[in-house]
């Protein structure tokens, strides 16, 4: 089994910064795309950014300029620098990851519990 712990989430004024992380542990063979994913209360769960193994990346147009993806491969973790935060940026954050288990394995869709990010005005 693959597990994923996000962690970092908090309150923080307006223009305020945030850095969340989020470590897969389990018998992981290899780890393709890593991400984060927002969700607000009465609304969807949307994708905020996303990393490659390779590291390329992907930003939801509501986040760039302001927030940067990274990881490290050696330590299977994902990173989320956010900053200038706005209050629509309030939300639970979510870490999702597709991890192999073996090498002749598929990859796994997993999900982390979400850690609360509030943006006070």
């Known amino acids: 089994q693959v597990q994923l712990v996000e962690s970092g989430g908090g309150l923080v004024q307006t223009g305020g910064s945030l850095r969340l992380s989020c470590v897969a542990s389990?018998?992981?063979?290899?780890?393709?795309?890593m991400g984060w994913y927002r969700q607000a209360p009465g609304n969807q769960r949307e994708l905020v950014a996303t990393?490659?193994?390779?590291?390329?990346?992907n930003y939801a147009d509501s986040v760039k300029g302001r927030f940067t993806i990274s990881r490290d491969n050696t330590k299977n973790t994902v990173y989320l620098q956010m900053n200038s935060l706005k209050p629509e940026d309030t939300a639970v954050y979510y870490c999702?990851?597709?991890?192999?288990?073996?090498?002749?394995?598929?990859?796994?869709?997993?999900w982390g519990q979400g850690t609360l990010v509030t943006v006070s005005i």
């Open positions: 999702n990851s597709g991890a192999k288990l073996t090498p002749k394995a598929g990859y796994l869709d997993v």
């Open positions: 990393i490659t193994s390779a590291g390329s990346t």
């Open positions: 389990g018998s992981i063979f290899s780890i393709a795309h």
